[in-house]
């Protein structure tokens, strides 16, 4: 067994730079190269690909613009390589990454993990009564994909089977970090805690740099982000592990960024459900031990359920989106107005054409605080960007709006500009359908040397949740101040499918009573309530001083099913940050902690 394990992340979506694959391989000094390509609504896209030709169906830039150059130096350092890269079509990966080991002339042994494609059971699935797991809707009647989230197990044992490259396709993002763990500190199945921590460290390293200061809070804090460090995992047989950078690159590790980093995506820290593990991170600890190095311990877990989430997709009419600049006095006012007329106009042509109405329109004027609500600064700006997007079954009524988008440079307000980018081509509207299916029905398996071999998902167990600790709640005495919960606070937000959630993080421990006293579920849905249609959970998170906001129905439909600008929620923390929050009056006094952010004191 090894002392520790060296683990990068090279890359945390389809279409992230080479060059922390290539950073990682070069400056690294790792042992395992991981990459995350398959965001949920990847998947669709892969399919169609697909669809239309069987070589296609995986994410070409891993073979073409990671493997191709690295695999030389790759196979020199004999650092193995886990990813999703195989997307729908794990067989065409695989075949292509061959002909790159050839022309490389290197010997790398290729294994693919099989199983998580299950289309082909989802009339019977949907004959079972299978329904959404968050809206109970039931299935649609035409899917474009379905693949269930498999674990680590099938990854650790092709690593035992004397692979060096593994594929895979649908995963949970975190099983490419605990997979190798398992292998190298021989783990076993009910070794939950130990599982947990691997998980937490694959969690962590899934998103690439956004772990290392990408995205951060407080990014004045944060230098060279044209040379941002990938992160690196430093893990031990005990569980604990080391947040890392390659020496000389940009970026910032520090407890602030791995805490951010650590509540993306998580509802309930107590219970977050992976194949492996029912992960209880609540009481994780961040501690500083070096320069751009954070020691993460602390993470239980316990038995997971014996389902897997499955994520399925499936075609809902189309979509056009398009944007044009309106400059002058009374700019955001002229561009709704704008919006308003050529959408009353379209929507006239498109019922004289026997069609039916628009199930969805939007308007959003950018540079107006548009995504803040209503914000009555909005009448200001001079420059404003006007956004449209129109959702139709039938691609003719999106044909017709896109026809009647430009004639308004000369019909309607003047300082209308930017049309460059040439007349919206209609979009097809692909939705999310999230389900559980037993495990017993999504049969596991790896390709490796010849021959295959079943795995099985492990144990399951009880699922009753953790404890979740109460946190206190500031009682005011005396004068109060208010300041905006930037000052006290920073956070991250992040989705999935049609949920998103916020992690609030106090900068100290004392503020934290009063960031619960404001956010508060009724607080979040006002200062939300153009965008949130249902309910709020507010979570404890007890290790990391802070609180993680889960808000169902907030997106719009998410993924590119939304008509929004923010279809994935990425710009909620910010603007959840600015809204007030009553302290203490003497800590915005000269002397106090808060006096940058002084205001008027009020009495309680």
């Not at 009910?190 to 407080?218: K, M, N, R, W």
């Not at 593990?277 to 997971?304: E, Y």
């Not at 503020?511 to 979040?524: G, N």
């Amino acid at each position: 067994m090894k002392d520790v394990v060296r683990i990068g992340g090279g890359g945390g979506f389809w279409g992230d730079s080479p060059e922390g694959a290539r950073q990682i391989v070069e400056k690294g000094n790792v042992d395992y190269l991981v990459m995350d390509f398959l965001a949920e609504i990847t998947m669709s896209i892969l399919a169609r690909m697909k669809a239309k030709s069987p070589d296609l169906g995986y994410t070409p830039d891993f073979v073409t613009k990671i493997m191709q150059p690295l695999a030389g130096q790759i196979a020199a350092k004999e650092i193995k390589v886990v990813t999703n890269a195989g997307g729908m079509n794990v067989d065409a990966c695989r075949d292509a990454l061959k002909k790159v080991f050839e022309a490389a002339d290197v010997n790398l042994t290729i294994a693919v993990v099989r199983g998580d494609d299950i289309t082909a059971q989802a009339d019977e699935l949907r004959s079972s009564g299978i329904v959404e797991m968050f809206s109970g809707d039931p299935m649609p009647a035409r899917l474009s994909s379905m693949n269930a989230y498999l674990g680590a197990r099938a990854i650790a044992r092709a690593l035992a089977e004397g692979a060096d490259v593994v594929l895979t396709g649908r995963v949970v993002d975190s099983a490419m970090v605990l997979g190798p763990l398992i292998h190298e500190f021989g783990w076993s199945e009910t070794d939950y805690d130990l599982l947990s921590a691997g998980s937490l460290a694959g969690h962590l390293l899934e998103c690439g740099p956004q772990v290392t200061g990408g995205i951060f809070t407080d990014w004045r804090d944060v230098t060279g982000w044209d040379d941002m460090g990938f992160p690196i995992a430093i893990c031990r047989p005990d569980g604990s592990f080391d947040i890392t950078k390659p020496d000389g690159t940009g970026g910032l590790v520090s407890p602030a960024t791995v805490a951010e980093q650590m509540c993306y995506e998580v509802g309930d820290p107590t219970a977050y459900a992976l194949p492996d593990v029912t992960c209880d991170w609540s009481g994780v600890t961040l501690a500083q031990t070096g320069p751009h190095l954070v020691t993460v311990t602390g993470a239980t877990g316990r038995a997971p359920s014996n389902q897997l989430k499955v994520s399925a997709t499936w075609p809902d009419g189309y979509r056009a989106v398009v944007t044009m600049m309106i400059a002058g006095r009374d700019a955001a006012p002229k561009a709704q107005a704008t919006g308003e007329a050529i959408l009353k106009r379209v929507s006239r042509l498109v019922a004289e054409a026997g069609l039916p109405p628009f199930p969805e329109t939007l308007i959003e004027v950018l540079g107006a605080n548009s995504n803040y609500g209503d914000d009555p600064r909005a009448s200001r700006s001079k420059e404003v960007v006007l956004k449209l997007a129109a959702r139709h079954p039938d691609r003719k009524a999106l044909e017709i709006f896109a026809g009647e988008i430009y004639p308004s440079a000369c019909s309607m307000a003047q300082g209308i500009t930017g049309f460059a980018g040439g007349r919206p081509v209609p979009q097809p509207v692909i939705r999310l359908f999230s389900c559980l299916v037993p495990k017993d029905r999504v049969p596991m398996a790896l390709d490796v040397k010849g021959q295959t071999i079943d795995t099985n998902h492990g144990p399951t167990g009880n699922l009753s949740p953790s404890t979740r600790p109460a946190g206190q709640i500031a009682v005011p005495a005396g004068k109060l101040a208010t300041v905006p919960l930037i000052a006290l606070a920073h956070g991250r937000s992040g989705d999935k499918g049609n949920k998103a959630n916020i992690g609030v993080l106090a900068r100290n421990p004392n503020y934290l009573p009063w960031i619960r006293r404001a956010l508060v579920p009724e607080t979040v849905a006002d200062w939300f309530r153009h965008f949130v249609e249902g309910e709020i959970t507010i979570y404890e998170w007890q290790g990391l001083n802070g609180l993680n906001i889960l808000m169902d129905r907030a997106l719009g439909g998410g993924g590119v099913a939304s008509l929004r600008h923010d279809p994935q929620g990425k710009a909620l923390a910010q603007i959840l940050l600015d809204i007030p929050v009553e302290v203490p009056a003497e800590w915005v006094a000269a002397t106090g902690p808060l006096a940058a952010f002084a205001q008027e004191a009020s009495d309680t």
